[in-house]
């Protein structure tokens, strides 16, 4: 994310926070209630990310399948 950007005659000098992920930047924002974080970490903590990258991989393969290869149209 962006934080600063100066102009010093030609060149552009940008500043830019560290790299986080949505869940994090949810968790750090004082507009977020409690109640709602702690939900957030109850479903993160209910994933099993081995199965998701299954099923992830799967749906990808069946995509690609579904696919029509374009190149080899006339």
């Not at 992920?21 to 924002?29: I, K």
């Not at 957030?40 to 990808?60: H, N």
Request: hydrophobic letters at 40%.
């Amino acid at each position: 994310m962006l934080i600063f950007k100066e102009r010093i005659d030609k060149k552009v000098i940008k500043k830019y926070d560290t790299a986080k992920t949505p869940y994090s930047r949810l968790l750090e924002s004082p507009d977020v209630p409690e109640k709602e974080k702690a939900e957030l970490r109850r479903r993160k903590a209910a994933l099993d990310l081995s199965e998701l990258l299954v099923k992830v991989t799967e749906l990808q393969k069946a995509l690609i399948a579904t696919a029509v290869p374009w190149r080899n149209k006339k």
